[in-house]
């Protein structure tokens, strides 16, 4: 029997087996009846606030409701770009929780960051807060044995999983590649949004999920990201949405999943909730004093904060890729799309992953052809900083259509860039660096890497090998600024997932002064000390020249084999003593020197898998 099919009998078994594998409603009662007689149901305050915390954050989103009249909102905003006060902030607007706190997410681990969430929320609960999670299943809580606990924990505290592959928590290689071959549109189709909403006052969104690696707590990559913290009316329509998800056919209660079911049924015995042990816990004690110390909060959160009048949230529909409303299910990626296509004099764009859709390309083609074009500013990945080599290599490929016929300024992010070890220092001052003792690390084992199309997704993925050393960073922020005039914090990636498969949610502050603070932390990234430039390669032999880029514009044509190795454009590295250009600028080859197409990164099977997805990928587009 060949190799091929070895795989594909057991694969095309599970296929069969696990369709029709659903939980019945005599077993969903039977756990249900469980849960409810078995829940811990003690509480720790007895008070009507149930012993909240006073938050002078909390504080101001009152204050700023207060103030707002229907043709007049109030917001106070806060741009949360530094990790410490981003997770600062969570715990102590969880602390100051007097009703409610609801928490949807796209990733959620089991390693310091997300242990401590999870402890605090369950402490929430305790003392009487309603606290609802909704996370998506394929990246969170992979471990029935926490589940169970959490199910039964607290009366006030429930969990559900959006878009259970095989109606189960966790997910095996084999049901993950099952589920790609039997029901690809459904299992594509992902909730990425990022939201913390408490007593539907005051909420956080952006791109950060609940991991050590977003708040510069992984040892070896960190991500660069970006909150919006917002107070104000617009909290209310962030409580319209999480319902909408909440109460979605694709959010699954913990007693509708196999395995979850399972295990209730098979223990009765209701298990403890064990004290979380971090594996640097003197790190999480200075956050937690960090969340709770006057002065802290008021030099890192309240003082940055600003009062802005109108601000829109904005969110997809569950189940984006089958509503029968299109429209609306694409509400936020539309809007973002038109305030692009408005743009008059400059867009500065800071994304992940340059893949552009199809309705992306056609508005910054538009945008170019212009008489007086805007200036169009990304902030994006290198290779050397991106863990999704795979959806690099698309927007390698693509390289010379940004350049030319968008008018892309490329500015690729530093693996060591300065701007990010700044952040991580804060961070991680006066902490302990040494590795604690195996008996001491989290409960639930070590953070487990996730399975994805073409990789991992979680805390044991790493980008390719590089020929530096050192800790290294990757951009994971996505906003918008245009033409200093109004901004958007959010989890869209501007690319085609983002825009026709997941759901995506953000804000859009409509502030000039707000419209600054973004600006001013985009523009950071794209110094020289932070960024490479990708430009044109510089003409030397005219004919060869341009022999090699008709060649390379017809193969970057082709639906398949782009095998042409010699590309328009690569990345460039200020000289010394020279100041920063723009690629246009007739002594730009002067003050800038090439460095190669993938500067510092190291021959390894991750930049192969680049070179081929590049050659023979663009047909996975659409869902790398």
């Not at 796209?106 to 606290?131: K, N, P, Y």
């Not at 909408?244 to 399972?262: C, G, I, Q, S």
Request: glycine share 4%; proline share 7%.
């Amino acid at each position: 029997m060949s190799v091929t099919c070895r795989f594909l009998l057991p694969l095309l078994l599970a296929l069969t087996l696990l369709q029709g594998c659903t939980v019945s409603r005599a077993q969903i009662r039977r756990a249900d009846a469980v849960v409810a007689a078995t829940t811990n149901r003690s509480s720790s305050c007895d008070r009507p606030d149930h012993c909240a915390t006073p938050s002078p954050l909390r504080a101001a989103a009152e204050a700023a409701v207060a103030a707002s009249t229907p043709a007049q909102p109030v917001h106070v905003v806060t741009l949360l770009d530094d990790s410490e006060p981003a997770l600062a902030a969570r715990i102590n607007l969880v602390r100051a929780a007097q009703q409610s706190v609801d928490v949807q997410t796209f990733i959620w681990d089991q390693d310091d960051a997300g242990q401590l969430m999870l402890d605090e929320l369950v402490r929430a609960a305790r003392r009487g807060v309603r606290v609802r999670i909704l996370a998506d299943q394929l990246f969170s809580f992979g471990n029935v044995d926490l589940l169970d606990r959490l199910a039964r924990i607290s009366p006030n505290l429930e969990v559900r999983l959006y878009n259970p592959t095989f109606h189960k928590a966790r997910t095996q290689p084999l049901e993950f590649a099952a589920g790609v071959l039997c029901c690809f549109m459904q299992f594509n189709q992902r909730m990425h949004n990022k939201l913390l909403l408490v007593d539907g006052l005051i909420g956080i969104t952006g791109g950060r999920n609940y991991q050590d690696r977003y708040f510069n707590w992984d040892d070896a990559f960190d991500y660069v990201d970006r909150d919006v913290m917002v107070g104000g009316p617009a909290a209310r329509v962030m409580a319209d949405s999480f319902e909408l998800f909440w109460a979605h056919p694709r959010a699954a209660p913990l007693t509708h999943l196999r395995d979850v079911n399972a295990r209730l049924l098979g223990d009765t015995t209701p298990p403890a909730w064990p004290a979380p042990k971090y594996r640097r816990p003197q790190r999480v004690a200075q956050l937690l004093q960090a969340a709770e110390d006057p002065a802290w909060l008021q030099a890192w959160l309240v003082d940055p904060s600003l009062q802005v009048g109108k601000v829109d949230y904005f969110s997809d529909l569950p189940a984006k890729t089958d509503a029968p409303d299109k429209r609306r299910a694409l509400q936020y990626t539309r809007h973002i799309m038109r305030m692009v296509g408005g743009a008059k004099r400059e867009v500065l764009l800071q994304t992940p992953y340059l893949v552009m859709s199809k309705r992306a390309q056609h508005i910054f083609r538009v945008l170019h052809r212009l008489p007086d074009p805007p200036r169009v500013i990304v902030s994006t990945n290198s290779l050397a900083s991106t863990d999704a080599f795979a959806v690099y290599a698309m927007s390698y490929k693509h390289r010379k259509r940004y350049l030319t016929k968008f008018g892309f300024e490329i500015h690729e992010f530093k693996p060591h860039a300065p701007s990010a070890a700044v952040d991580n220092e804060l961070a991680n001052l006066d902490t302990d660096t040494a590795t604690l003792p195996p008996d001491i690390v989290s409960p639930d084992g070590p953070a487990r890497a996730h399975f994805h199309l073409l990789g991992s997704r979680g805390s044991n993925n790493r980008p390719a090998p590089l020929h530096s050393e050192g800790r290294r960073y990757g951009l994971h922020a996505k906003s918008i600024v245009v033409d200093d005039a109004f901004a958007m914090v959010g989890s869209h990636n501007f690319d085609p997932r983002s825009d026709h498969y997941n759901t995506e949610a953000g804000v859009i502050v409509y502030d000039h002064a707000f419209a600054d603070q973004l600006r001013h932390s985009i523009m950071r990234s794209v110094q020289p000390e932070n960024a490479w430039v990708v430009a044109p390669r510089q003409a030397k032999v005219p004919v060869l020249t341009d022999i090699n880029r008709a060649i390379g514009t017809v193969s970057e044509s082709l639906p398949l084999f782009d095998l042409w190795p010699f590309r328009y454009a690569t990345s460039f590295e200020l000289k010394p003593g020279c100041q920063p250009m723009r690629a246009t600028d007739p002594d730009f080859y002067a003050c800038y020197q090439p460095v190669g197409d993938f500067p510092d990164v190291a021959l390894s099977p991750k930049l192969i898998i680049t070179r081929l997805v590049t050659a023979f990928g663009v047909g996975a587009k659409g869902v790398l």
